[in-house]
């Protein structure tokens, strides 16, 4: 008997992925049937985006994975019709374009580059920036992305501290977690980077008590989610100068309203959710991973932790 995958994403994508999907499922010799629609109870494996349309899987008698091809999974992580497996997407082409991103604006940050664009008054100040190992940069959130990035700034010999929820264990990077020790990261912070999954107890990570820990005039960089940050707060800091700038890829409504007050503030930049994006061709090759363990009886990686949501 074939294994039936349904494709559950936005319609546009279905021709971008199923020669994908179809290549690399063949090469591992798999017999599989790729669609959009199944009858439900003859489905194997989801592809899953909340886009898609699926979102009561009790009829997905059948079932034995949904495969999410996005990095977030707080859009589906609580559905209580979904009782399979659930993987979320980690694939190194999204991985690579964070890294890209994330040190192209924390180095801009360290060099103090927007003076150099932005301000062309004739004045030669040749303010000199310090090297990297004398700058402290914090990553918020240590699962795969976080971890990638502080690999990244640390190889550039930046002094690189992280937070999460759990013990980590990275060398170069001064791993922290609990109450405790995320005062003690935000307190040396130049710039905080962050990368924390949205749950319900990461939402205002970054609120009026956490930015007042921050030395004053740090810098803020978010292309996690949205919800990790207290805007009202933010915006209050960066009025103050208690936080000097901050460049923000995510928000809690998208697109960004236009008449929100981060358009407007000088102090703040920013950028249309384009930080990081699932790669096709890498993505592929993740949920083809997948759905090869799941048939030969191996565990399946990515999988979700239901009660920590991500």
Not at 81 to 91: F, G, I, K, Q, S
């Amino acid at each position: 008997m074939s294994v039936n995958v349904l494709f559950s994403a936005r319609p546009a994508l279905w021709p971008v992925y199923e020669p994908l999907l179809t290549q690399y499922l063949d090469e591992a010799g798999l017999d599989v049937q790729l669609g959009t629609e199944f009858e439900p109870d003859q489905v194997d494996y989801v592809v899953y985006a909340p886009n898609g349309g699926v979102q009561d899987f009790r009829p997905f008698t059948r079932l034995k994975a949904v495969l999410s091809l996005w990095a977030g999974v707080e859009k589906i992580v609580g559905n209580e019709t979904l009782t399979v497996p659930l993987a979320r997407m980690v694939d190194h082409g999204l991985t690579q374009g964070m890294i890209e991103w994330v040190v192209g604006h924390v180095l801009r940050y360290h060099l103090g580059m927007d003076r150099h664009i932005t301000v062309q008054d004739g004045v030669w100040t040749p303010d000199v920036p310090p090297l990297a190992q004398e700058r402290n940069v914090c990553v918020l959130g240590l699962g795969a992305l976080g971890e990638a990035v502080a690999r990244a700034l640390t190889a550039l010999e930046f002094q690189v501290s992280g937070w999460s929820r759990t013990a980590k264990d990275i060398p170069g990077v001064t791993c922290l977690h609990d109450a405790e020790g995320l005062r003690q990261a935000l307190s040396h912070a130049e710039i905080v980077v962050l990368l924390l999954p949205d749950t319900p107890t990461t939402e205002n990570a970054l609120n009026a008590e956490t930015l007042a820990l921050l030395p004053k005039g740090a810098r803020i960089i978010n292309p996690g989610r949205g919800p990790l940050i207290d805007d009202d707060a933010l915006l209050d800091a960066l009025n103050t100068g208690q936080v000097g700038h901050a460049t923000l890829d995510v928000f809690r409504v998208e697109p960004l309203p236009a008449d929100h007050a981060y358009w407007a503030h000088p102090n703040v930049t920013v950028t249309p959710h384009i930080a990081s994006e699932t790669r096709p061709v890498t993505a592929a090759q993740v949920i083809c991973e997948n759905i090869r363990r799941g048939e030969a009886g191996e565990p399946f990686v990515h999988l979700v932790d239901r009660t920590l949501g991500y």
